[in-house]
């Protein structure tokens, strides 16, 4: 291998990403060990290209070219794809090459365009995202694409491509096919419910399942994906209210402890997000769902009964009450009197959660003896979200 | 190692990205993370198990040579490059953190507070270390990169030589102030060779840009004349021998969660009231059963459960599922070690590398972020308690009479307990062997025949009453046996009092038989002396924690 070391430095981008994609390709071949190595070299190079050593800095000219013709042998989608089959050390350098790639901006860019190859990936390759999500299926890339998703997740775009994706009967062999116009960001149709096949909906399974890093690793993504573009999100949300919150309540009556609390608190940033009005309003009409919470309320783990009060108090401030929310409310309001003053007692040192704690107790207290029907729902007059600072 | 994710207000996140830092370290000087998983509310971690003990241990029985020293720093030179280049910084470099194999591998453990660097050339500004290695530049807050490591690698250079980190006699909040002012520490005198004096005020160069990296260091001489890591095995045997001498040294006391746990004492109380759902006495007596069982199994989640936890062998529903053998080989010696805090029965030698060691310093850690409880639990292997198994198994078998709900809580919140401590507590194999046999039993008593399984144990309690020779004997035997501060089944603690009362009304029928029981049950200690000392210690670090927080910067 010799005559490679004296050709290294000249070999032309094009090359190289050629030498990569052969590689690739035969990692599930028989001399997939041969491969392996041959990645691990390249991709290391790429790497270095790419961001320069202690010792030398990277050409801009020589990424410019390196990253174009990432792109042009759609080296993205098969890297993505090959993540898991990769060795250990390697993985770490295609999760930096990702990490790159995505954020290089050619030199003199207005500021304001998106990276490159991303700005491909999104509408043109969206299954690279999909792919990078997938990722979390197994152990060994789950933290890596993880890491690389989060970063893209800073983009809307992004987000959307995840929340909007349905599985396609022709995706498979899209991936062998080169460049297939009309999808990506531009084919999204954002008015169309969601069937809960796409992968966005996996995520379900995967902040549960599997060990601790991979579940947590995926449920960090997750929560990104919902709370990084206010907007797109609240639309898909209300779109796609009873298929979410149906597979929402499963995680929060999870058994598993980190993904219960996890998304307990989760649910509660995104009620009382302002730019969630709606979706709160929705969720604090069901009695379904104040009963999950007030039993989360009684949970022995304190950590759980904590996050689960930030969910109910929600339900109390709200002021216009469903009936069959106040039929519960009342018909415990004796319990819950009770029960509160001592809730989590010894919180003495955090004192928005005893004042909280106070106006739900007075909430409760003057609140009538027999439901009231609520007002017609009208919630653009009734101003920002209905939190427990707000109301009074 | 394990966590609490109970105790631990911080963000599951922060955790998980700890682990996200361990998971990418592949390096024969760095202890491997081998897998992480939930329990209930705790994560454990495993990680490679090295049966040399920490540096700190090792110098129990004295000051290391210059000859060992050397060896140790060139492997942790190695390890530390090796971070580095991987854009990781320690930030906690110290002897207790320097594992040695059997075979004197030397290996860097505890990233607790290791950081990544996602670019090479920032910087940290967040406070970390144990105050007598933290580098200057670290206290001062003022920005800090890969060098901070190396000043932390002179210290314990100092502390292997000497035994102890310079100013170590002085107060570690005075110490924060003392050494960003005071000029850095040196090795003087003739006891010294020139080439270690040399290598350590290399190490200890208060500007962190003057200072040598990782790999110009290990071209230093002091490191170039270093012997094989075969060599430091007899620093292993030098301290096997020196605590099989000493035969009767006392352990630490051990950190139980629930020495510091504080539940909030809530009163009795009973369910909501959901009106779409029929009222209790009205519910089909399946689904009453399920909730009761329910209920049963949260008190996984009560003060009790650390004990539990510590030894699931005795649990009838562990998963029977292959265990790695270094995992095995792991879990079983650290028990032997672990469990018995008598010193007589403590076998000689053997030390729990992971468990934080709340002697001298360890403790003075200022920013410990979790709590770590000790590991005690064997066997349990990660494939098959991934996500909390034990919460995920089937309902067992329906049941309605009182009976059958009272034998169930019996089995659950005392027989199980029970095997599982007294398991703890039996160092022979064969005996142990007997134990979880008989404990399998139980367990499966429970489940056919919880009523039954009442009755028997009723019976027990019964005869043993009526026996005044009995009667009177448990109490004695119970204080016979050797026993750890133990908190857990200590019927006066207020906790599981409230706990008590609270399940008492769910099910009042019981009332009679609980407080027979409460008088019987073993392990009626008032906590002793260790103990107190013990709190004291959080009670510093805590104390130095809030007056890290309120701090002006020096």
Same mark, same amino acid.
């Given at each position: 291998?010799?005559?490679?070391?004296?050709?290294?430095?000249?070999?032309?981008?094009?090359?190289?990403?050629?030498?990569? %994609?052969?590689?690739?390709?035969?990692?599930?071949?028989?001399?997939?060990?041969?491969?392996?190595?041959?990645?691990?070299?390249?991709?290391?190079?790429? %790497?270095?290209?790419?961001?320069?050593?202690?010792?030398?800095?990277?050409?801009?000219?020589?990424?410019?070219?390196?990253?174009?013709?990432? *792109?042009?042998?759609?080296?993205?989608?098969?890297?993505?794809?090959?993540?898991?089959?990769?060795?250990?050390?390697?993985?770490?350098?295609?999760?930096?090459?990702?990490?790159?790639?995505?954020?290089?901006?050619?030199?003199?860019? +207005?500021?304001?365009?998106?990276?490159?190859?991303?700005?491909?990936?999104?509408?043109?390759?969206?299954?690279? *995202?999909?792919?990078?999500?997938?990722?979390?299926?197994?152990?060994?890339?789950?933290?890596?694409?993880?890491?690389?998703?989060?970063?893209?997740?800073?983009?809307?775009?992004?987000?959307?491509?995840?929340?909007?994706?349905?599985?396609?009967?022709?995706?498979?062999?899209?991936?062998?096919?080169?460049?297939?116009?009309? %999808?990506?960001?531009?084919?999204?149709?954002?008015?169309?419910?969601?069937?809960?096949?796409?992968?966005?909906?996996?995520?379900?399974?995967?902040?549960?399942?599997?060990?601790?890093?991979?579940?947590?690793?995926?449920?960090?993504?997750?929560?990104?994906?919902? @709370?990084?573009?206010?907007?797109?999100?609240?639309?898909?949300?209300?779109?796609?209210?009873?298929?979410?919150?149906?597979?929402?309540?499963?995680?929060?009556?999870?058994?598993?402890?980190?993904?219960?609390?996890?998304?307990? %608190?989760?649910?509660?940033?995104?009620?009382?997000?302002?730019?969630?009005?709606?979706?709160?309003?929705?969720?604090?009409?069901?009695?379904?769902?104040?009963?999950?919470?007030?039993?989360?309320?009684?949970?022995?783990?304190?950590?759980?009964?904590?996050?689960?009060?930030?969910?109910?108090?929600?339900?109390?401030?709200?002021?216009?009450?469903?009936?069959?929310?106040?039929? *519960?409310?009342?018909?415990?309001?004796?319990?819950?009197?009770?029960?509160?003053?001592?809730?989590?007692?010894?919180? @003495?040192?955090?004192?928005?959660?005893?004042?909280?704690?106070?106006?739900?107790?007075?909430?409760?207290?003057?609140?009538?003896?027999?439901?009231? +029907?609520?007002?017609?729902?009208?919630?653009?007059?009734?101003?920002?979200?209905?939190?427990?600072?707000?109301?009074? | 190692?394990?966590?609490?994710?109970?105790?631990?207000?911080?963000?599951?996140?922060?955790?998980?990205?700890?682990?996200?830092?361990?998971?990418?370290?592949?390096?024969?000087?760095?202890?491997?993370?081998?897998?992480?998983?939930?329990?209930?509310?705790?994560?454990?971690?495993?990680?490679?198990?090295?049966?040399?003990?920490?540096?700190?241990?090792?110098?129990?029985?004295?000051?290391?040579?210059?000859?060992?020293?050397?060896?140790?720093?060139?492997?942790?030179?190695?390890?530390?490059?090796?971070?580095?280049?991987?854009?990781?910084?320690?930030?906690?470099?110290?002897?207790?953190?320097?594992?040695?194999?059997?075979?004197?591998?030397?290996?860097?453990?505890?990233?607790?507070? =290791?950081?990544?660097?996602?670019?090479?050339?920032?910087?940290?500004?967040?406070?970390?270390?144990?105050?007598?290695?933290?580098?200057?530049?670290?206290?001062?807050?003022?920005?800090?990169?890969?060098?901070?490591?190396?000043?932390?690698?002179?210290?314990?250079?100092?502390?292997?030589?000497?035994?102890?980190?310079?100013?170590?006699?002085?107060?570690?909040?005075?110490?924060?102030?003392?050494?960003?002012?005071?000029?850095?520490?040196?090795?003087?005198?003739?006891?010294?060779?020139?080439?270690?004096?040399?290598?350590?005020?290399?190490?200890?160069?208060?500007?962190?840009?003057?200072?040598?990296?990782?790999?110009?260091?290990?071209?230093?001489?002091?490191?170039?004349? =270093?012997?094989?890591?075969?060599?430091?095995?007899?620093?292993?045997?030098?301290?096997?021998?020196?605590?099989?001498?000493?035969?009767?040294?006392?352990?630490?006391?051990?950190?139980?969660?629930?020495?510091?746990?504080?539940?909030?004492?809530?009163?009795?109380?009973?369910?909501?009231?959901?009106?779409?759902?029929?009222?209790?006495?009205?519910?089909?007596?399946?689904? /009453?059963?399920?909730?009761?069982?329910?209920?049963?199994?949260?008190?996984?989640?009560?003060?009790?459960?650390?004990?539990?936890?510590?030894?699931?062998?005795?649990?009838?529903?562990?998963?029977?599922?292959?265990?790695?053998?270094?995992?095995?080989?792991?879990?079983?010696?650290?028990?032997?070690?672990?469990?018995?805090?008598?010193?007589?029965?403590?076998?000689?030698?053997?030390?729990?590398?992971?468990?934080?060691?709340?002697?001298?310093?360890?403790?003075?850690?200022?920013?410990?972020?979790?709590?770590?409880?000790?590991?005690?639990?064997?066997?349990?292997?990660?494939?098959?308690?991934?996500?909390?198994?034990?919460?995920?198994?089937?309902?067992?078998?329906?049941?309605?009479?009182?009976?059958?709900?009272?034998?169930?809580?019996?089995?659950?919140?005392?027989?199980?307990?029970?095997?599982?401590?007294?398991?703890?507590?039996?160092?022979?194999?064969?005996?142990?062997?007997?134990?979880?046999?008989?404990?399998?039993?139980?367990?499966?008593?429970?489940?056919?025949?919880?009523?039954?399984?009442?009755?028997?144990?009723?019976?027990?309690?019964?005869?043993?009453?009526?026996?005044?020779?009995?009667?009177?004997?448990?109490?004695?035997?119970?204080?016979?046996?050797?026993?750890?501060?133990?908190?857990?089944?200590?019927?006066?603690?207020?906790?599981? /009092?409230?706990?008590? /009362?609270?399940?008492?009304?769910?099910?009042?029928?019981?009332?009679?038989?609980?407080?027979?029981?409460?008088?019987?049950?073993?392990? /009626?200690?008032?906590?002793?002396?260790?103990?107190?000392?013990?709190?004291?210690?959080?009670?510093?670090?805590?104390?130095?924690?809030?007056?890290?927080?309120?701090?002006?910067?020096?």
């Amino acid at each position: 291998m010799s005559f490679l070391f004296g050709r290294n430095k000249q070999k032309s981008s094009a090359e190289l990403s050629k030498l990569v %994609k052969e590689s690739i390709l035969r990692l599930d071949s028989a001399g997939s060990q041969k491969a392996e190595e041959d990645l691990a070299r390249l991709l290391a190079q790429i %790497k270095h290209i790419l961001q320069g050593t202690a010792e030398t800095e990277s050409s801009p000219e020589q990424v410019y070219q390196l990253i174009t013709s990432l *792109i042009q042998e759609d080296l993205l989608l098969l890297l993505a794809v090959a993540i898991p089959k990769l060795p250990f050390e390697t993985r770490k350098d295609a999760q930096v090459i990702f990490s790159y790639v995505f954020r290089y901006k050619p030199p003199n860019s +207005p500021m304001a365009t998106e990276p490159l190859a991303l700005n491909h990936v999104i509408n043109s390759r969206p299954e690279v *995202i999909v792919a990078l999500c997938k990722g979390y299926e197994h152990r060994e890339s789950a933290m890596s694409c993880g890491t690389v998703l989060r970063e893209v997740l800073k983009h809307d775009a992004v987000a959307a491509i995840i929340l909007y994706d349905e599985p396609k009967s022709g995706s498979l062999t899209n991936v062998a096919n080169g460049a297939n116009a009309g %999808k990506g960001i531009a084919a999204i149709q954002y008015e169309t419910p969601q069937t809960g096949q796409g992968i966005f909906w996996r995520f379900f399974d995967w902040v549960e399942a599997g060990g601790f890093e991979i579940s947590t690793d995926a449920f960090s993504t997750f929560r990104d994906i919902l @709370t990084k573009h206010k907007p797109l999100v609240s639309s898909y949300l209300s779109k796609n209210f009873t298929l979410f919150f149906g597979r929402y309540n499963s995680l929060v009556l999870s058994n598993n402890y980190v993904t219960k609390r996890q998304s307990i %608190k989760l649910l509660g940033e995104i009620l009382l997000d302002r730019a969630n009005y709606q979706v709160m309003t929705a969720y604090v009409d069901s009695a379904d769902h104040l009963k999950i919470c007030m039993n989360l309320l009684r949970d022995e783990r304190k950590m759980v009964a904590y996050e689960g009060f930030h969910v109910f108090k929600v339900f109390v401030a709200n002021p216009n009450k469903s009936m069959a929310v106040q039929q *519960i409310l009342i018909k415990n309001r004796n319990k819950l009197l009770k029960f509160l003053p001592e809730f989590l007692g010894d919180r @003495t040192d955090d004192e928005q959660f005893s004042d909280e704690k106070a106006f739900l107790i007075r909430q409760i207290e003057t609140m009538p003896s027999s439901p009231i +029907p609520p007002h017609a729902p009208q919630p653009a007059t009734s101003g920002g979200p209905v939190s427990a600072g707000t109301v009074t | 190692m394990c966590i609490d994710l109970e105790s631990s207000e911080d963000d599951i996140q922060e955790i998980q990205q700890e682990i996200a830092v361990l998971s990418t370290c592949a390096s024969p000087f760095v202890t491997q993370y081998k897998a992480s998983f939930v329990r209930g509310h705790k994560l454990w971690i495993v990680m490679e198990y090295l049966g040399g003990g920490s540096c700190l241990d090792l110098l129990k029985p004295g000051p290391f040579n210059e000859t060992h020293i050397a060896v140790i720093c060139r492997e942790l030179l190695l390890g530390l490059d090796y971070l580095h280049r991987e854009g990781k910084i320690h930030r906690d470099i110290k002897a207790a953190n320097v594992l040695l194999s059997s075979t004197g591998k030397v290996k860097l453990a505890d990233f607790g507070v =290791a950081a990544q660097l996602t670019n090479i050339k920032s910087q940290r500004n967040t406070f970390v270390g144990t105050p007598f290695w933290m580098a200057p530049e670290v206290i001062q807050q003022a920005g800090y990169d890969f060098k901070a490591d190396i000043w932390s690698l002179g210290i314990t250079a100092m502390e292997m030589i000497n035994g102890e980190p310079p100013n170590a006699s002085t107060h570690p909040m005075k110490v924060l102030f003392l050494i960003p002012k005071a000029p850095a520490p040196r090795l003087e005198g003739s006891n010294y060779s020139r080439e270690l004096k040399d290598f350590v005020a290399a190490c200890l160069v208060k500007d962190p840009d003057r200072r040598p990296s990782a790999r110009e260091l290990l071209r230093h001489k002091f490191i170039r004349g =270093a012997g094989k890591v075969e060599a430091l095995q007899e620093l292993v045997e030098r301290r096997q021998e020196w605590t099989g001498g000493k035969g009767g040294r006392t352990s630490h006391p051990r950190l139980y969660e629930e020495t510091m746990n504080t539940m909030s004492v809530k009163e009795e109380r009973d369910e909501w009231i959901f009106d779409t759902i029929k009222a209790p006495t009205l519910a089909p007596a399946s689904k /009453r059963t399920q909730k009761r069982r329910k209920l049963s199994l949260m008190e996984h989640s009560t003060p009790e459960e650390a004990l539990q936890q510590l030894d699931i062998n005795g649990s009838p529903h562990q998963q029977k599922a292959p265990i790695d053998p270094t995992l095995q080989k792991n879990s079983e010696r650290r028990r032997s070690s672990a469990k018995v805090a008598s010193p007589a029965r403590r076998p000689s030698g053997q030390k729990q590398p992971l468990v934080p060691d709340m002697s001298f310093g360890n403790s003075g850690s200022t920013v410990r972020q979790f709590r770590r409880v000790s590991d005690n639990s064997p066997n349990i292997s990660p494939e098959s308690s991934m996500a909390g198994q034990d919460e995920n198994r089937p309902p067992l078998a329906e049941t309605v009479t009182k009976e059958s709900l009272l034998g169930r809580r019996v089995y659950s919140s005392i027989v199980e307990n029970t095997f599982q401590e007294v398991h703890s507590q039996t160092s022979t194999h064969a005996k142990r062997e007997a134990l979880s046999r008989v404990a399998d039993a139980w367990s499966a008593l429970d489940t056919i025949d919880p009523e039954g399984e009442y009755q028997l144990l009723k019976l027990i309690i019964e005869k043993v009453y009526s026996d005044p020779k009995l009667s009177s004997l448990l109490p004695s035997t119970n204080q016979n046996t050797p026993q750890k501060p133990k908190l857990v089944l200590a019927t006066n603690n207020p906790h599981l /009092r409230s706990h008590r /009362r609270r399940q008492s009304l769910q099910v009042p029928e019981e009332d009679i038989w609980t407080d027979n029981h409460q008088m019987n049950l073993p392990g /009626r200690l008032v906590p002793g002396m260790e103990h107190t000392k013990l709190l004291a210690d959080v009670l510093y670090s805590r104390w130095a924690e809030g007056l890290k927080t309120r701090w002006p910067v020096v």
